[in-house]
């Protein structure tokens, strides 16, 4: 799948990079999908936007707060594992 594909309603995964170095995973909903945005809401009820690039993962998009904290987008449920494994 890539960005292209994403359509509303869709769950994707969200993965929070924390300050720690650890990962952590969330559910989220696509609820609207623009040009060059894609809008999540995860399963607190926050709203979130991702700059919608060609390929996975894609960036919180937050400004430059980014610099501080990463959150990405992505379609793969075990990307947090993947990059902890990468990490070792």
Request: glycine fraction near 4%; include cysteine; proline fraction near 2%.
């Amino acid at each position: 799948m890539t960005p292209e594909d994403i359509v509303e309603g869709q769950k994707l995964f969200a993965v929070y990079i924390l300050q720690s170095e650890k990962y952590q995973t969330e559910k989220v909903e696509v609820i609207k999908v623009s040009t060059y945005f894609i809008y999540v809401k995860d399963e607190h009820g926050h709203l979130a936007r991702y700059i919608k690039k060609k390929s996975f993962p894609l960036q919180y998009d937050i400004g430059l707060s980014a610099w501080f904290n990463k959150v990405y987008l992505t379609d793969n449920k075990n990307q947090a594992k993947l990059w902890e494994h990468c990490a070792k």
